[in-house]
C-alpha cells in the first residue's frame, strides 16, 4: 500500500463499539477491537498518519450495509475495508421477526462485495468471521443457531476465495479461548464481545491480516 492509508472498519454493533458520531477523537472509534486496530497500527504508522474509519452500526444486517453502502463506505474512498457482519441476520431469522423471514445474508454480501470491486478495484477486502458462543441468548437454541451460523460461516469463506480478500477466522479463536475462562468471559451474551474478546479479535486480525496478501506493515 502506497500513500496515506485509509482504513474502514464496518459491521454491526460488535464493531461499532458505542462509537462516536463526530469528530471527537477520543471517541470517534468506540471501545471495540476497531479501536484496538486502530491505536496500535496509528502508532506503529505514525510517520504516515493513517486514518481510520468506524462505520459500524448496532443492529445492522449485510442488507443494512448495502443500504449505505455508498454513504459509509465508497465515499470514503478506503485502501482497505474490514467487514464483521452475520450475527444480526442470524438472530432475527432465530427470533422469527419479519425481517428475518427471507436470508438475504450471501445475496446482499455478494451485492456489497461486487459493487465494491465494481468502483474501488483497488481497495483491500478483509472479510471477519461471525462467531457466536454457547451461552446467553444462542444456547436457548443451540443446535439450530450453530447450524446456521456454520452455513454462514461458510459463506464467508467462500465469498473471500471468490473476491481475492482476506479471510479472518475467528470461531475457533473463541472456542478455543473458552478452554481458559467460561464463554461469558469471553461474550457475555454469546454474541457480543467483553473487553477481553475484542482483544481477541483485535489480535487474530493483526496476525492474519499484517501477513496476509495486502502486505500492510
Known amino acids: 500500500m502506497t500513500g496515506k492509508r485509509v482504513i474502514l472498519f464496518q459491521g454491526d454493533s460488535i464493531t461499532d463499539g458505542a462509537r462516536g458520531r463526530n469528530d471527537d477523537p477520543n471517541h470517534i472509534l468506540g471501545h471495540s477491537y476497531a479501536y484496538i486496530v486502530g491505536a ?15 462505520r459500524g452500526i448496532s443492529g445492522n444486517r449485510v442488507s443494512d450495509l448495502y443500504a449505505r453502502w455508498n454513504e459509509d463506505a465508497i465515499s470514503l474512498n478506503p485502501n482497505l475495508i474490514s467487514i ?31 459493487e465494491t470491486k465494481e468502483v474501488l478495484p483497488n481497495a483491500g477486502l478483509v472479510l471477519c468471521e461471525p462467531f457466536i458462543l454457547n451461552t446467553g441468548a444462542p444456547s436457548r437454541n443451540w443446535d439450530a443457531w450453530s447450524e446456521l451460523m456454520t452455513a454462514y460461516q461458510q459463506t464467508v469463506r467462500e465469498l473471500a ?4 480478500a482476506v479471510f479472518v477466522p475467528l470461531q475457533k479463536v473463541f472456542d478455543e479461548a473458552c478452554q481458559r475462562a467460561d464463554a461469558s468471559y469471553w461474550l457475555w451474551d454469546g454474541v457480543h464481545p467483553t473487553a477481553a474478546g475484542h482483544e481477541l479479535i483485535a489480535r487474530q486480525w493483526l496476525s492474519v491480516v499484517l501477513n496476509s496478501k495486502l502486505a500492510i506493515s
Do not use: K
Open 84 to 114: 464483521l457482519i452475520g450475527v444480526n441476520d442470524a438472530w432475527r431469522t432465530m427470533s422469527g421477526e419479519p425481517s428475518g423471514v427471507t436470508d438475504r445474508f450471501e445475496r446482499a454480501y455478494r451485492h456489497v462485495l461486487e
Open 161 to 164: 476465495e471468490q473476491f481475492g
Open 40 to 54: 496500535r497500527l496509528g502508532c506503529e504508522w505514525a510517520e504516515q498518519q493513517p486514518v481510520f474509519y468506524n
